[in-house]
């Protein structure tokens, strides 16, 4: 590092890190050190990302703030993960700042502190001042430098190349809670009291130890008998650590099972890989209820045989319950699940638990991404196509392209897995990037469940039901005859679409987003699902006056209450966002489905997930076309997904499954061909239509979305910029727009878009030097950058 200068990124929306000097006799902290600094008037604590300017770009001397304090001696976390903060900051265009807070620890200031020890004094200098200080022990190195005056560390870096001392780091214990623990010793018992006896019972039935609060959590009274027999030396009350975790599922444990021919044809380059080391990325094409996730565990244990750790990503924890109890019933206790639901508490506790090695195997969803595993050997991405894995504020990260590029960095091997890979996932195996692996046959000798397809337009002339064929309403009848259980998806909830009326043609609207609001509870209000405007539905028009307002469209509640009107015998029940709002409402209802409590789950495409329901034998989608209508380039991709992946729930177990699509446009290509489950044919087909219209995953995207309150200088920002931007183009990519973004207000904000295709290079370093050039390096105000957006909506 230049001089005692270093580049600090704080924890705020600014584009750039800041340089700080470090005053004597204060450590140069180290890269990856949090240090606290003044910013802007207020006192943060950031990350030390290298060496800082001394000079500012006009060649004057800049004057710098001092470092108030050095939290941390050393790295805090393992240095891949510094280097992944620092790409993601370049390739996304995001505040260094935002992507390091994602590395540190979720709580409380804890520091990591540097502890010198000297190994030999053989070839030291007889008078050398800190060789005499480490004499009696080991010594922190901020104890060294308070003692010498100013900072050893020169001194140190020349004493550990002669090999004389080691310096080690060491965490500091962070906010643990601690228990008290009663343990029965090997003492003669003299005689007792009454009340001394039940303690002694009680901690002989707990197998001779057990933590004190349980001891006498019913009798409180107990706690100063224990006291006592503590003194007598019968019994010993010793202070551990007690860690707060999660409430667990009760494990059921699965015994290994023999893997199929295909599964030991995918494992045998995987493991090799695993043993061998170093960056190997791999596309795992398995179709579903093929056997993925006992080669992903396969896969794990060998990482764990090799010392290395093992990280698991999963769309969302909450709708995988049984892959968690898997991975728990398989790894036991060297498994640390990071669920959306934990409180920061016990985030905070899994974080030191991880960071300690204390766990070895992590699983969760986008944030596990940068939980702190020391070489980590495997990164498994499930259900690798899921839009989940895109962040949608800032940093605007993709989870995937983010682990394949940790696992770059970490030497480690990456496996990608799908039943529907993305197209820039397949295209990179097509490309020879990544190894291609398939498992093209299910476990079970059932085999793809048969598929057929109820033409909406024809249902309507009937003049039946909108919401389930005759067909349909068959198939769900036999299945409660037959005790079996049905799965019916309609990717929108909700009770109706919109409300309008009659009279004059006006939609309910929300006040804040250009959208028509959602109707929820059988009518009874109205609610925006981008903003969370929530509002009693109007009796009366707002515009006419009138009277007479209908509602148009349904979704999955209407849905409920149609499937209950026409079986009344069935029980049934709901799966989507608003039953997600209820902490722990989902994984109650998956249980109850699951123990077969009831007949038909009608949900979102939260149902379409990696669930395994044996008793499931048919699935119906509502309607199939949800997802085409929109101004989106991936909508057939994500239909074909998501057909593709709810069809795969039928006929999971020793029945064969059924699927019933009910659908307006029955001859599109996506319905087709996920009925056909036929992926290549997608793959070809979306392919040509990507290449034709210039999308990914042959041209890269970026999306500029500038927003303001007011239309006029929003609109004005938005040209000017793009106008910057297509002085830089020619021949490196195209500037499209700006345009009012598809969702034209959001929140109370106007918004434009300026889209940019071509190469994701020459792009970024256009807009970086545009908006340096028109806000300056530090912030950007009103304006995101999307880099690789996942829709452009
Ligand atoms: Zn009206
Ligand atoms: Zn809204």
Redesign the pocket.
């Known amino acids: 590092m230049s001089g005692r200068v270093v580049a600090v990124a704080v924890p705020l929306p600014v584009q750039s890190a800041f340089s700080y000097r470090v005053p004597e006799p204060m450590l140069l902290p180290e890269r990856g050190a949090r240090v606290l600094v003044p910013f802007a008037g207020r006192r943060v604590i950031g990350v030390v990302t290298g060496a800082g300017e001394t000079r500012a770009r006009d060649e004057k001397p800049l004057s710098l703030k001092n470092v108030i304090e050095v939290i941390d001696e050393a790295s805090l976390v393992p240095p891949p993960l510094l280097d992944l903060a620092d790409w993601m900051s370049d390739h996304y265009l995001a505040p260094p700042g935002e992507c390091h807070r994602l590395i540190l620890p979720p709580a409380g200031v804890r520091a990591s502190r540097a502890v010198v020890r000297l190994v030999s004094s053989a070839d030291a200098a007889p008078d050398d001042p800190v060789v005499a200080l480490l004499r009696d022990g080991a010594v922190r190195v901020s104890t060294l430098a308070a003692r010498l005056g100013r900072d050893p560390s020169a001194r140190l870096d020349r004493l550990r190349e002669k090999g004389l001392v080691v310096i080690e780091q060491e965490l500091d214990r962070p906010g643990f809670k601690q228990v008290q623990v009663a343990e029965l010793l090997d003492a003669p018992v003299a005689s007792l009291g009454r009340a001394q006896a039940v303690v002694l019972d009680r901690l002989r039935s707990a197998g001779g130890r057990a933590p004190v609060p349980e001891l006498v959590r019913d009798r409180p009274h107990l706690r100063s008998s224990l006291q006592r027999l503590a003194a007598l030396g019968v019994v010993r009350i010793s202070e551990e650590r007690s860690e707060r975790r999660p409430e667990g599922m009760p494990s059921a444990m699965k015994p290994t099972v023999v893997p199929t021919s295909d599964q030991e044809r995918v494992l045998r380059p995987l493991l090799e890989a695993v043993e061998s080391g170093g960056f190997r990325p791999f596309l795992l094409h398995g179709i579903t209820a093929s056997g993925k996730t006992e080669v992903y565990f396969r896969c794990a244990e060998r990482a764990l045989r090799a010392g290395r750790g093992v990280l698991f990503l999963v769309p969302e924890i909450a709708l995988t319950p049984l892959l968690i109890r898997a991975a728990e019933a398989r790894f036991g206790a060297t498994v640390s699940v990071l669920h959306s639901e934990l409180s920061l508490g016990e985030r905070h506790d899994q974080w030191w638990r991880i960071r300690e090695g204390g766990a070895r195997v992590v699983v969760g969803a986008r944030s596990a991404l940068f939980a702190p595993i020391e070489d980590l050997g495997l990164i498994v991405v499930d259900e690798e196509h899921e839009g989940a894995y895109k962040q949608d504020e800032s940093p605007r990260y993709h989870a995937r392209d983010v682990a394949v590029m940790r696992a770059r960095l970490e030497g480690a091997t990456v496996v990608l897995g799908s039943a529907t890979p993305s197209l820039e996932s397949h295209a990179n195996a097509a490309a020879g990037k990544y190894a291609r692996l398939s498992l093209p046959a299910r476990v079970s000798p059932q085999g793809l469940p048969a598929v057929e397809i109820v033409d909406r337009r024809e249902m309507l002339k009937a003049g039946g039901s909108e919401v389930l064929s005759p067909l349909l309403l068959e198939a769900i009848r036999s299945r409660l005859q037959r005790r079996e259980q049905a799965l019916l998806l309609l990717n929108r909830r909700g009770w109706a679409v919109s409300l309008l009326c009659r009279e004059c043609g006006h939609q309910a609207a929300?006040p804040?987003?250009s959208?028509s609001l959602t109707v929820h509870r059988r009518g009874e209000t109205t609610e925006?699902h981008?903003?969370g405007?929530l509002s009693r539905a109007a009796s009366a028009c707002p515009l006419c006056k009138g009277e007479y307002l209908r509602l148009t469209g349904y979704g999955t509640e209407q849905v409920v209450e149609v499937v209950k009107a026409a079986l009344p015998e069935a029980r049934v029940g709901r799966l989507d966002r608003d039953l997600a709002r209820r902490r722990g409402a989902v994984a109650k209802m998956l249980a109850a489905f699951e123990a077969g409590q009831l007949d038909v789950l009608v949900g979102t495409q939260m149902i379409a997930k990696g669930h395994d329901f044996p008793s499931v034998t048919l699935v119906g989608v509502i309607d199939a076309d949800v997802g085409l209508g929109l101004p989106d380039f991936r909508s057939a991709e994500r239909t074909f997904q998501l057909l593709t992946q709810v069809a795969g729930r039928a006929g999971r177990g020793d029945r064969p499954g059924e699927v019933i699509l009910q659908s307006h446009l029955p001859d599109h290509y996506a319905l087709r061909l996920a009925c056909e489950q036929d992926y290549a044919a997608f793959f070809e087909r979306e392919m040509e239509f990507r290449r034709t219209m210039g999308y990914p995953p042959g041209t890269a995207l970026l999306n500029l979305v500038v927003r303001g309150r007011q239309a006029g200088p929003a609109a004005r920002e938005a040209d000017a910029i793009a106008k910057g931007l297509r002085s830089l183009a020619p021949g490196r990519f195209r500037v499209l727009g700006p345009a009012s973004a598809p969702l034209a207000r959001l929140?109370q904000e106007h918004r434009f878009q300026v889209l940019l295709k071509g190469s994701r290079g020459a792009m970024r370093e256009a807009v970086r030097r545009v908006l340096v050039e028109r806000y300056g390096a530090v912030r950007w105000p009103g304006v995101a950058v999307d880099v690789d957006p996942v829709s452009v909506m």
């Open positions: 929300c804040n987003c959208v925006c981008y903003c405007y929140r």
